[in-house]
């Protein structure tokens, strides 16, 4: 199977894997945190970290085989939404909770970085 199937079989795998998380946490309402896509981006995190030391996958060298386009590229990738991250923060700013967005970004991507090297570390450990 050709790389390009794999990351399409993958990828669409995990937007729905992302949309049933999503379904699971009740919407926030206005300007609340949007708690499904923090989730789904820290699991996601976590996972990448974890499979990129379980698989010996470099950052430089992540589209190849099976695992890393399938995977990492295509199950991760379809799965975290750092995009609707984004619109989420624009729109917590817009109803006029510009310093919540900014913290909702920062606390995020921080959580996120914890979460993969985390994830890494549990892996090297393992």
Do not use: C
Not at 49 to 58: H, R
Not at 105 to 121: F, K, R, S
């Amino acid at each position: 199977m050709s790389d390009v199937a794999l990351v399409a079989l993958g990828g669409g795998t995990g937007s729905l894997l992302r949309w049933g998380v999503g379904k699971l946490f009740p919407s926030s309402g206005r300007g609340g945190i949007p708690w499904s896509t923090v989730f789904i981006n820290i699991t996601g995190a976590f996972a990448i970290g974890y499979l990129s030391v379980l698989f010996s996958v470099e950052w430089h060298d992540r589209y190849g085989s099976f695992l890393k386009s399938a995977v990492l590229t295509g199950l991760l990738g379809g799965y975290t939404t750092f995009s609707t991250m984004e619109l989420d923060a624009a729109k917590i700013s817009r109803v006029g909770f510009a310093g919540k967005a900014a913290l909702y970004l920062v606390v995020q991507v921080a959580v996120g970085v914890a979460a993969a090297g985390l994830g890494a570390a549990l892996a090297h450990a393992g």
